[in-house]
């Protein structure tokens, strides 16, 4: 049976607000470049759209991480599935997440990416589930939406894999 998907935030609200954070990133990397660091596969809808904000020069990396856990929750065990394809020694990092939950996945990746010498490292992130944060040293520098503890899916977001196409952000009524 199909599932019933309450939607959050519109296609209109996400596509308007991805536009002011790529505003505020132009800003921040004046003169500078940006290397956009994907993880796959959630943050593949954002980065994409961020990107096409963005007026500052990029290039683009992904990353893909599993962190065991069952369910809807991750366990803090992360492991890299796929790496980077280059170094990132010297380049402007920008990570870019679908949302930031227990904290546990990005809290790891940042102490990896760190390890290779990046000139700066920056977290962006669709959304924001502070509530739930059990890794509070991750500092988030752009979050498009803080949202409360709901389990939501849509614009990379999955339940299942199911959902992801799904272009504004819902939140499934189990
Ligand atoms: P964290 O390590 O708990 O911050 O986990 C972050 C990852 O858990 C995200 O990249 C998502 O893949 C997944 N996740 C957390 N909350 C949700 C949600 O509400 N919907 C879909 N996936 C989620
Ligand atoms: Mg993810």
């Keep these: 049976m199909a599932d019933k998907i309450r939607v959050l935030l519109t296609e209109e609200e996400v596509d308007q607000k991805i536009r002011e954070i790529a505003e505020e990133i132009n800003k921040a990397y004046e003169g500078q470049s940006v290397k956009l660091i994907c993880i796959l596969k959630g943050g593949v809808f954002f980065t994409c759209e961020l990107a096409k904000h963005l007026t500052v020069p990029v290039s683009m990396d992904f990353m893909s991480v599993s962190s065991y856990g069952s369910g809807t929750t991750s366990s803090g065990v992360v492991k890299i599935i796929k790496d980077l394809d280059e170094p990132i020694e010297g380049e402007n ?12 996945t990005l809290a790891y990746l940042i102490e990896v990416l760190k390890q290779r010498h990046p000139n700066s490292i920056h977290l962006c992130t669709l959304l924001n589930k502070p509530e739930r944060r059990v890794k509070k040293q991750v500092h988030v520098d752009y979050t498009c ?9 849509g614009f990379g977001l999955d339940y299942d894999q199911k959902y992801r196409n799904l272009p504004y952000i819902g939140v499934v009524e189990l």
Excluded at 93 to 104: A, M, P, Q, Y
Aim: include cysteine; proline fraction near 5%; glycine fraction near 4%.
């Design 145 to 153: 939406f803080t949202i409360p503890d709901q389990f939501v899916v």
């Design 93 to 104: 990092i920008l990570i870019c997440e679908d949302i930031i939950d227990t904290g546990r």
